[in-house]
């Protein structure tokens, strides 16, 4: 399996982005796919997470930062899940991950129990 992240870049506070992570070369049905981000200095957070079947898209999980600005979404068809970033802060600013693990749920993810490929990473800059 592949994950292609496209869609980091400078944004101005207050501002939106959106990441997409492509999942590529996957054959199983069923994954959870987590965004992750790392800040210089910093270890590297869950941001959030989403589980996708055939038959049903999992309510996403959110780490309390983000919640409420940032919102986690998928296209099936695509194989790509989106993460959508609004009302961005100067401490959003971090390289973000996406990551995908399918044996378990998006709690196995976040906690880097379950994953078996990252993305490239794509920088976020938010300024003030």
């Known amino acids: 399996v592949q994950l292609v992240e496209s869609g980091g870049g400078l944004v101005q506070a207050g501002g939106s982005l959106r990441l997409s992570c492509a999942i590529r070369?996957?054959?199983?049905?069923?994954?959870?796919l987590g965004w992750f981000r790392q800040a210089p200095g910093k270890e590297r957070e869950g941001v959030g997470c989403?589980?996708?079947?055939?038959?049903?898209?999992?309510?996403?999980h959110y780490t309390d930062s983000v919640r409420d600005r940032f919102t986690i979404s998928s296209d099936n068809a695509k194989k790509t899940v989106y993460l959508q970033m609004s009302s961005l802060k100067p401490e959003d600013t971090a390289v973000y991950y996406c990551?995908?693990?399918?044996?378990?749920?998006?709690?196995?993810?976040?906690?880097?129990?379950?994953?078996?490929?990252w993305g490239q990473g794509t920088q976020v800059t938010v300024s003030s």
């Open positions: 990551a995908v693990g399918w044996d378990y749920g998006c709690n196995e993810v976040l906690g880097g129990i379950d994953i078996h490929s």
């Open positions: 070369k996957f054959v199983s049905g069923y994954y959870a």
């Open positions: 989403i589980s996708v079947s055939p038959q049903r898209i999992g309510m996403p």
